[in-house]
């Protein structure tokens, strides 16, 4: 009998101490960030996904505490080196996943546990996504954002 064990993190790098930095510098050789993206997971009292910070900027309060109207309050941030940093502050494993708008796949994450964080390091050229976790039916129930990618995107510069 094989046990196996799901690490949190995700693609590539992951974040090791308990409070990780999420503008750690990528290691060398890897291609430089231009967003980072802090995302706020949770599952109470809704399963909410929201961006807490983009590029060092607090942005908790462009949302409202409606998590099923996600898809008419987009997420925008220009296209490049993007690191969406996971800060799961639930009860609850969650995960992380970009797909495009017909439901593929781009990249995800593992699971990451509650009141654990991870990351997802991905290069996005501009158009339209949607983020979510992808776990049981947490997408169904909130964690579940429209993402536009676009040059004209007004987020400082990292
Ligand atoms: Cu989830």
Not at 2 to 18: E, I, M, N, Q, Y
Not at 35 to 44: D, F, G, L, M
Not at 83 to 88: G, K
Request: charged content about 25%; hydrophobic content about 40%; overall charge negative.
């Amino acid at each position: 009998m094989t046990a196996l064990f799901v690490v949190v993190g995700c693609s590539g790098s992951s974040p090791s101490a308990d409070e990780a930095d999420p503008y750690a510098a990528v290691a060398a050789g890897e291609t430089a960030l231009d967003v980072v993206v802090v995302i706020e997971q949770q599952n109470n009292p809704t399963f909410d996904l929201k961006a807490r910070e983009i590029n060092r900027t607090d942005v908790s309060g462009d949302w409202d505490a409606d998590s099923s109207n996600n898809l008419d309050e987009p997420l925008i941030i220009p296209p490049g080196q993007i690191r969406f940093f996971l800060d799961n502050v639930g009860t609850l494993a969650h995960a992380f996943q970009v797909r495009d708008l017909k439901g593929e796949s781009i990249a995800k994450t593992r699971n990451v546990g509650p009141l654990k964080q991870g990351e997802l390091i991905v290069n996005l050229q501009p158009g339209e996504y949607d983020i979510l976790c992808q776990l049981s039916d947490h997408a169904k129930r909130g964690s579940l954002r429209r993402l536009i990618v676009d040059a004209a995107a007004d987020v400082p510069a990292l």
